[in-house]
Every structure is written in structure tokens, then in C-alpha cells.
């Protein structure tokens, strides 16, 4: 697919000395590839901040004492 980027001209720099201006689409598809399959997905959803909760201290419904 060909889309159109706007690079800041600092990464554009770079990006074309260190890989040459042939590599550009290359080099930001694999930085991007690495980005989006380094980030995880669990079961609790995509939020860093949510923890996996400890189940062993839940109760059961016998154990109250009614």
C-alpha cells in the first residue's frame, strides 16, 4: 500500500544516512513492525496500569459466616 509521510527533517537525516535513501519505506516498516508486536495485549486489555488480580485470597460463598 503507498501512503505519504511527513517526517521531521532530524529523522529524515538520519534515517537516510544510516540506511540510504533507497531503505526509507524499509526502515520505518520494520521500526514500526517492532513497535506494534512488542506491544502485548492480555486479557485485562491494553492498559499498562491494570494488574492481574490475585485470586486466592476470594472467598467462597460457605465460607461467610451468616
Same mark, same amino acid.
Given at each position: 500500500?503507498?501512503t ?16 540510504? $535513501?533507497? $531503505? %526509507?519505506?524499509?526502515? %520505518?516498516?520494520? %521500526? ?8 502485548? $495485549? ?9 494488574? $492481574? ?12 459466616? %451468616?
Amino acid at each position: 500500500m503507498r501512503t505519504t509521510i511527513e517526517l521531521r527533517d532530524d529523522l529524515y537525516t538520519r534515517i537516510t544516512r544510516e540506511y540510504g $535513501k533507497r $531503505k %526509507i519505506s524499509d526502515t %520505518i516498516n520494520d %521500526i514500526l513492525t517492532k513497535y506494534f508486536s512488542s506491544r502485548r $495485549k492480555d486479557m485485562f486489555g491494553a492498559d499498562p496500569w491494570l494488574k $492481574k488480580a490475585d485470586l486466592s485470597d476470594l472467598r467462597d460463598e460457605h465460607d461467610r459466616d %451468616i
